[in-house]
């Protein structure tokens, strides 16, 4: 497999793992009271809706990227605190789970047939897995900011106010000082080991393995 093809296999990964967060985003959303995101176009798995060129171009040669972020209004959900945390989570949740199902499809040898189709399962599971944990991370504009910001009141929740004017200016250096590349390692290589035995015991129970 060359440093091309291996560029060029990752725009579909890449594509999955960015439609199916904003897609989980939009639809929790809607679930809990919010038809913002369903006016804008946005309750679909159509990539065209949700994937922002230029963000999937940066993502794909610098590992820095974006896709077009789902717009809500969490007054309009039935439980304010707890509905901005659920629609906040569910991007990464979505993308935990493509990953596990993505291990699961690696692990039980269906894609081995095809030496670039196997590839490109394994890069659906590292960038899902990257996409999700990098988004849990609290620094604003990320989705653990607003999961962070949901459990917060009072004068911790004005605090941490005041720093999402700089959020996108804190990433690039922690981005580019390594700092998340040496948080974000270990815990994906983890979740990998982890997602890997599990899938490997659900397909020896099923004698698919």
């Excluded at 904003?22 to 913002?36: C, I, N, Q, R, S």
């Excluded at 620094?139 to 911790?156: A, C, F, K, N, T």
């Amino acid at each position: 497999m060359t440093f091309d093809s291996t560029l060029l296999l990752s725009i579909p990964a890449l594509v999955v793992a960015f439609t199916f967060h904003e897609y989980a985003h939009a639809k929790v959303a809607d679930l809990l009271g919010d038809p913002t995101p369903r006016y804008a176009g946005r309750l679909t798995l159509n990539p065209a809706a949700h994937i922002d060129p230029i963000g999937l171009l940066m993502l794909w040669f610098f590992r820095f990227g974006w896709a077009k972020p789902v717009p809500v209004n969490p007054y309009l959900f039935r439980n304010h605190r707890y509905g901005e945390m659920m629609v906040s989570l569910a991007g990464p949740v979505m993308n935990l789970t493509l990953a596990f199902f993505a291990v699961l499809l690696f692990d039980s040898g269906l894609a081995a047939f095809n030496p670039a189709l196997q590839h490109t399962v394994y890069l659906l599971v590292i960038y899902n897995l990257s996409l999700a944990f990098f988004n849990l991370l609290p620094v604003p504009p990320l989705d653990g900011s607003r999961v962070l910001r949901s459990m917060l009141s009072g004068q911790p929740a004005h605090a941490y106010a005041q720093i999402e004017n700089y959020g996108m200016f804190i990433l690039v250096v922690l981005l580019w000082t390594g700092v998340i590349g040496s948080i974000l390692g270990p815990i994906i290589s983890l979740s990998l080991r982890l997602f890997d035995s599990a899938a490997l015991f659900l397909l020896r129970l099923t004698g698919l393995y």
